[in-house]
């Protein structure tokens, strides 16, 4: 039932006690005066059916000014787009972040090997065996978040934990947004604190692995 209808009967219900009230003070106060007025139970009797048809009128005014809308189906899907249309409006919308702005300090394979006297063929053989993490830039760049690395060499556990989340991006993100896990720490700082074995088996359920 709509609201419009629910408030039709809740009126009818408030205005039918008042005028019966009404109708009977008036038969009682005139009933000695030569007036043209039905019988008191007759006059109640008429009002009530008066007041039934307003109700159902009411109620009929708001059902048809109330849009029919089918809760179970909705209004469907929309027009289907072709990939290449659907990702014009998806970067017409998008709102360009830089990588820094939540992956924090990054530099390329020739400023970590500067940085940390690597070579790029050891920082390269990392990366393919997941040790430590490189984000995607463009179509074939890649950058290395600078906080994975202690002392030059990446932190215990990375492998373990991008192989349990799949993808780098997605790993280092869950790596540096505090959890609730550790109440509001970052899974990264403690792995930097030595509990590698806790980050891992954190990833491994978050991750649906455990």
Request: hydrophobic share 40%.
């Amino acid at each position: 039932m709509s609201l419009a209808q629910v408030r039709a009967k809740r009126l009818a219900k408030v205005i039918a006690p008042s005028v019966e009230d009404v109708v009977n003070l008036f038969v009682e106060r005139n009933s000695d005066q030569r007036v043209a007025f039905a019988p008191k139970g007759d006059t109640v009797v008429l009002i009530k059916v008066l007041l039934k048809q307003i109700t159902e009128n009411l109620v009929e005014e708001a059902t048809a000014a109330q849009p029919v809308i089918d809760d179970e189906t909705g209004e469907g899907l929309g027009v289907q787009l072709e990939s290449g249309e659907a990702m014009r409006r998806l970067r017409a919308f998008a709102t360009p972040v830089k990588i820094e702005d939540w992956a924090g300090g990054v530099a390329g394979p020739s400023e970590v090997t500067r940085r940390y006297g690597v070579s790029r063929s050891t920082l390269h053989d990392w990366e393919k065996r997941g040790a430590v993490i490189g984000l995607l830039v463009g179509r074939r760049k890649h950058v290395f978040p600078l906080a994975q690395f202690i002392d030059g060499r990446p932190i215990d556990g990375l492998a373990e934990v991008l192989t349990a989340i799949g993808s780098p991006r997605t790993a280092w993100l869950w790596l540096v947004e505090p959890h609730p896990y550790f109440r509001g720490r970052k899974p990264l700082d403690r792995l930097k604190a030595g509990d590698t074995r806790g980050v891992i088996d954190l990833a491994q359920r978050d991750f649906g692995q455990s």
